[in-house]
Nanobody, 126 residues
C-alpha cells in the first residue's frame, strides 16, 4: 500500500503563493497519474489538478486554471502544486491522490483514485 504525505500548507494573505508537496512511498510512482483535490468544511471534495505519470500532460479545475500549476519529480517520488494569486475561496484542506487512470473525465473523479494522503490545510485570509 502506497503512503502519500502532503506538506506545505499554511496561512497566507490573498494574492500570495504557496507550494504544496506530496511525497509517495514505493517504487512504482512514475506509472501512476497523480491528482490534487480540495475540500472545504461542509462541501464536497473538488478536483484541483492532475498530472500524467511522465508529467507530460495535465488537467486543471476551472477555478484554478491559470493560477495553479501541478508538476512532479519522479526521481524524488514527489508531486507538487504551486498555487499563485490565492483567493479566500481557495481555503480548504488539500489532498493528493494516486490513480491508475488519466483522462479528462476520470482524472476529475475522486472514485478513480486508489490512495489518498491525509491532507494539508490551506487558509487564505482577506
Amino acid at each position: 500500500q502506497v503512503q502519500l504525505v502532503e506538506s506545505g500548507g499554511g496561512l497566507v494573505q490573498a494574492g500570495g503563493s504557496l507550494r504544496l508537496s506530496c511525497a509517495a512511498s514505493g517504487r512504482t510512482f512514475s506509472i501512476y497519474a497523480m491528482g490534487w483535490f480540495r475540500q472545504a468544511p461542509g462541501k464536497e471534495r473538488d478536483f484541483v489538478a492532475a498530472i500524467s505519470g511522465n508529467g507530460g500532460s495535465t488537467y486543471y479545475g476551472d477555478s484554478v486554471k491559470g493560477r495553479f500549476t501541478i508538476s512532479r519529480d519522479n526521481a524524488k517520488n514527489t508531486v507538487y502544486l504551486q498555487m499563485n494569486s490565492l483567493k479566500p475561496e481557495d481555503t480548504a484542506s488539500y489532498y493528493c491522490a494516486r490513480s491508475p487512470y488519466f483522462s479528462s473525465t476520470y482524472s476529475r473523479a475522486p472514485s478513480k483514485y486508489d490512495s489518498w494522503g491525509q491532507g494539508t490545510q490551506v487558509t487564505v485570509s482577506s
